[in-house]
């Protein structure tokens, strides 16, 4: 079965800073998904890459999906308190979709 | 939005009883699903459902089983609650025709308890 490592498992980060995390697959890639949970709520969509060396922008956040597809990272520029929360890398293995242990980002002023 | 719910949105029950959580789509998304998340494990799948009657097991299915009847509801039951199934149960839905992007929505999420 294929295992999703995060890390860093969780981030302090300065409001204004910039920030990585990483989501590294025992197995190829041919799908990974990022998701943000907000504490105590559900998971929202952020992006899904499928080509090695895939790169997707949202506002202030980049996802990208190396060329060997078994590494995705997600940047996040600027960070505000908005981007506090959980995020979560997802690999397709279609239909079913196995999920990373989260990385718990907070944002301090 | 999704057109996704889950109930009860909260619920406490002691050791040895049956739950049932539902999850409602008005989607019409062939794929459900139902996972639990716990502190230092993420998100792990349950059960999921590829059509009515059509089920397969996930990676912790033990102490559950699920039943889909219709398309739009899918059911997690516990036989016989224990205090390990005390989490949050998140359903999610995926539509994988060549028009979507494949990701899943998901429900708000169901607080168990077991006492």
């Known amino acids: 079965s294929q295992e999703l490592e995060q890390s860093p498992q969780s981030l302090i980060v300065q409001e204004g800073k910039n920030l990585t995390i990483n989501c590294t697959s025992s197995?190829?890639?041919?799908?990974l998904y990022w998701y943000k949970q907000k504490y105590g709520e559900g998971l929202i969509f952020l992006m899904m890459l499928q080509k090695g060396g895939e790169e997707k922008s949202h506002e202030k956040i980049t996802a990208k999906l190396d060329e060997k597809k078994q590494q995705s990272s997600l940047h996040i520029t600027a960070s505000q308190p908005s981007h506090a929360g959980i995020y979560l890398c997802?690999?397709?293995?279609?239909?079913?979709?196995?999920f990373g242990t989260g990385t718990r980002l907070t944002i301090i002023p | 939005d999704a057109g996704i719910t889950q109930s009860p949105r909260h619920k406490v029950t002691e050791t040895g009883t049956p739950v049932t959580l539902r999850c409602h789509q008005t989607e019409n998304h062939r794929y459900m699903y139902w996972y639990r998340q716990d502190p230092g494990h993420g998100l792990r799948l349950i059960h999921y459902s590829y059509g009515v009657k059509d089920t397969d097991k996930g990676e912790v299915s033990d102490g559950y089983s699920v039943s889909r009847s219709k398309t739009e509801d899918f059911l997690l039951t516990l036989e016989s609650a224990t205090s390990s199934q005390t989490s949050v149960y998140f359903c999610?839905?995926?539509?994988?025709?060549?028009?979507?992007?494949?990701?899943?929505?998901f429900g708000e999420g169901s607080r168990l308890t077991v006492l």
């Open positions: 999610a839905i995926r539509g994988l025709a060549a028009a979507n992007t494949g990701e899943l929505f």
């Open positions: 997802g690999a397709d293995g279609r239909p079913k979709l196995t």
């Open positions: 197995k190829t890639l041919y799908g």
